[in-house]
């Protein structure tokens, strides 16, 4: 925080794979920087004693049901997420503050505690028949198995998700504003978005 330009209540976790391990093991540690963090396709639930973390933060797993790793299955994301759930004091709006599931599209569902300690939540979400690949997504060597266009596109969720939890503070929130509409109008052609009258401020 010193020496670089960070906001300390903006620090979000995301990690696929062995990445999603790591999510689990730092948000288990008491010196985790994260304000929420997403483990997708890999999945330990963190119940050992040496779970310290009680600091309030949101939590997000992702699993598929056809998994061939084996590194993350629906019940394995469901424990986590209800450790978690308990560890910060959730209650969903199911019956008896349980949590409420819902379909995302036909081949995708979550499972959410919306309400925990410090405006936070806990969720889970599942994509069935995908394999060891991030739903909505396609795999850089070109071997994802072709998916029905329904898969929850578990990054993108996930950045919509957590936007929730920083609000109006949010980078570029409140664009385009009467600036940028007088500028787009000043000159023709219009400006592209390297000369956007935002990062003329920074310039």
């Given at each position: ?5 960070v906001d300390s209540d903006k620090i ?153 939890l920083v609000g109006e503070s949010i980078l ?32």
């Amino acid at each position: 925080e010193e020496h670089t330009c960070v906001d300390s209540d903006k620090i979000f976790g995301m990690g696929w794979s062995l990445g999603g391990y790591v999510m689990n093991h730092m948000a288990c540690r008491d010196w985790s920087p994260f304000k929420a963090v997403a483990p997708m396709g890999f999945d330990t639930p963190m119940m050992e004693p040496g779970c310290s973390n009680s600091k309030p933060f949101s939590y997000a797993g992702f699993c598929s049901t056809s998994d061939e790793a084996r590194s993350c299955t629906p019940d394995r994301v469901v424990k986590s997420a209800e450790f978690w759930s308990k560890r910060l004091n959730c209650v969903g709006k199911g019956p008896g503050g349980g949590p409420v599931s819902y379909n995302r599209s036909a081949t995708s569902y979550c499972t959410e505690w919306s309400t925990c300690d410090d405006g936070n939540f806990v969720e889970y979400c599942i994509t069935v028949g995908i394999d060891h690949t991030p739903s909505g997504q396609q795999r850089p060597d070109s071997t994802t198995i072709l998916r029905p266009a329904s898969d929850l596109e578990w990054p993108e969720y996930i950045f919509q998700k957590f936007s929730l939890l920083v609000g109006e503070s949010i980078l570029h929130w409140g664009h385009p504003d009467q600036e940028d509409l007088l500028l787009k109008k000043s000159v023709f052609p219009p400006p592209k978005r390297h000369d956007h009258a935002y990062m003329r401020r920074f310039q």
